[in-house]
């Protein structure tokens, strides 16, 4: 059973009016609602910043990716563990499918088509996720594989969806190897020029996607799209 301490902060946790508070305030209540994996609080905080004025962007950036980044020392230094951490990311995910129309939003022609996955054994999935709003914002047909995407999933995406780019994500020093294995095989099968191959996700560096071969490291998702539209510029220009 709770103790009253317990009843007390949840009741004041409750009592918050999120509408009531300046927007300095509400992205601190934010990110603590998102640490403590508050999905309804999370996506009512991303509406009033959105009915604010602010852009989708902005409040990615400043609301959600830094309140995770708050939970990544947190889980680092033991303090969470992956119950609370889940629970988080569900919270994140809540707030992701508001703004995922108005970060998916173009009126443009489809740019090109990009297969995307995490690669084997490795779960993480929210900047893989956000890696694709933006391509689609930025006019990019996305093919989401989802998580532990091995690679004959990930060829036979290729075979069937015959995309212009492969793009791979990895959170783990463990799994971001396994990029080289699909780009291997790629080689292997005489593939490797028929795609682009973009690579991303938080242990890796432009230094480990040039020695796993891929045509681009991308820092972060809105340096994905940019990279990605370049990439097939080039290519298109090339070929002309
Ligand atoms: Co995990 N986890 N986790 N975790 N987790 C990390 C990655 C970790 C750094 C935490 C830590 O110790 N500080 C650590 C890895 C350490 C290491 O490898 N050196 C870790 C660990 C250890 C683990 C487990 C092993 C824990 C355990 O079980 N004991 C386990 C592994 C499970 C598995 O995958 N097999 C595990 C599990 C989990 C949860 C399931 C609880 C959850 C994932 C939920 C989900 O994704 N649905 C989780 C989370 C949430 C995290 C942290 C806290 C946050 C990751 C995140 O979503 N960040 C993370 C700590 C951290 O990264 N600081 C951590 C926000 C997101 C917007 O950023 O994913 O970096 P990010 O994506 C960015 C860029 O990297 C880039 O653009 C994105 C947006 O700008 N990008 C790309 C990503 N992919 C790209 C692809 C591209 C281009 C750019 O092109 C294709």
């Given at each position: 059973m709770a103790d009253a301490a317990t009843v007390d902060s949840a009741d004041a946790d409750e009592d918050?009016?999120?509408?009531?508070?300046d927007d300095d305030d509400l992205i601190a209540q934010m990110h603590d609602d998102l640490y403590d994996g508050l999905g309804p609080e999370i996506v009512e905080g991303t509406e009033l910043l959105l009915g604010r004025g602010w852009g989708a962007d902005k409040v990615l950036n400043e609301a959600l990716v830094e309140a995770m980044r708050i939970v990544g020392i947190d889980f680092r230094d033991g303090i969470l563990f992956v119950p609370e951490v889940l629970l988080a990311a569900n919270a994140m995910k809540a707030g992701m499918a508001v703004l995922r129309p108005l970060l998916a939003e173009t009126g443009a022609e489809p740019i090109g088509k990009i297969v995307i996955g995490t690669v084997k054994g490795d779960i993480h999935d929210i900047g893989k996720n956000l890696v694709g709003m933006m391509l689609e914002g930025a006019g990019f047909e996305v093919v989401d594989l989802g998580i532990n995407t091995d690679v004959d999933e990930f060829l036979g995406a290729l075979a069937e969806h015959r995309p212009d780019i492969l793009g791979m994500s990895a959170l783990l020093t463990t799994t971001m190897p396994y990029m080289k294995v699909v780009v291997d095989t790629l080689i292997e099968q005489g593939l490797r020029d028929d795609y682009l191959v973009i690579v991303g996700g938080a242990p890796l560096n432009q230094e480990f996607g040039e020695a796993v071969g891929a045509d681009a490291y991308c820092r972060d998702a809105a340096v994905a799209a940019e990279t990605a539209t370049d990439l097939i510029k080039a290519r298109r220009a090339a070929a002309a």
């Open positions: 918050i009016d999120l509408s009531a508070l």
